[in-house]
């Protein structure tokens, strides 16, 4: 693989489920972050990581978790899905807090 | 908190120049960056100011006034495939990294 990559492409997703959305860079860069884009919002932070082992909430933090157990891999997790976290959700990187981001192909997810 | 605000929808013709504004309200500053996006595709970076001036890049430049919580990105000699969005984004005064985008531009860009 190269650069940043998510998965699923997309999914459906009943409410109340449990959903991970994945996320691996192979850039080896230190910060990773997850956005989600919701029409007419722009992109808003979920969670961060500035280097493995250390994580930190953004702007809509409630309702997900992340974990950063090592430098390529930065999950997403819904613990239990409600329709209004049916979004669109991008995962990204950069080499250090201060660079710029590079965004992977996003992941649609819905909820019903 | 932090805020961004810039036109939601531009559209211009092809080989023209375009001026996409962004204004920003926050009580810390790093820099001003551009993305750019495609058909809801992943962003791509484009530029970033840290210091009052212009940045040059090939057809794209982008401008910061600190003074005036001002920026804004031009984009020369159009081309089709500049049909996008661009959002215009801060830094967050903590300086962890994390950016707060505004909610974007449409340009579109006609024959």
């Known amino acids: 693989i190269a650069g940043i990559t998510q998965a699923p492409t997309s999914q459906i997703l009943a409410a109340g489920r449990r959903m991970t959305l994945r996320c691996t860079q192979d850039?080896?860069?230190?910060?990773m972050y997850w956005y989600r884009q919701d029409l007419g919002l722009g992109l808003r932070l979920i969670h961060y990581?500035?280097?493995?082992?250390?994580?930190g909430k953004g702007e809509v933090p409630d309702g997900y978790s992340v974990s950063r157990a090592n430098t390529d891999d930065f999950p997403l997790t819904l613990a239990s899905a409600v329709p209004s976290q049916t979004s669109v959700y991008f995962c990204a990187s950069s080499p250090d807090r201060g660079s710029e981001q590079f965004f992977g192909p996003g992941t649609r997810l819905t909820v019903l | 908190g932090q805020s961004l605000e810039q036109p939601s929808e531009v559209t211009a013709v092809e080989g023209a120049i375009v001026q996409i504004n962004c204004t920003y309200q926050t009580s810390g500053f790093y820099g001003l960056s551009w993305y750019q996006q495609h058909d809801g595709g992943a962003p791509t970076f484009l530029s970033y100011n840290a210091l009052d001036g212009l940045e040059e890049t090939g057809r794209f430049s982008s401008f910061l006034s600190r003074s005036d919580s001002y920026g804004y990105l031009l984009l020369q000699e159009l081309q089709m495939k500049d049909s996008a969005s661009y959002f215009c984004a801060v830094r967050d005064r903590s300086n962890t990294g994390k950016l707060i985008f505004g909610q974007g531009t449409t340009l579109q860009v006609k024959p």
């Open positions: 990581s500035n280097t493995a082992g250390t994580t």
């Open positions: 850039m080896r860069h230190n910060a």
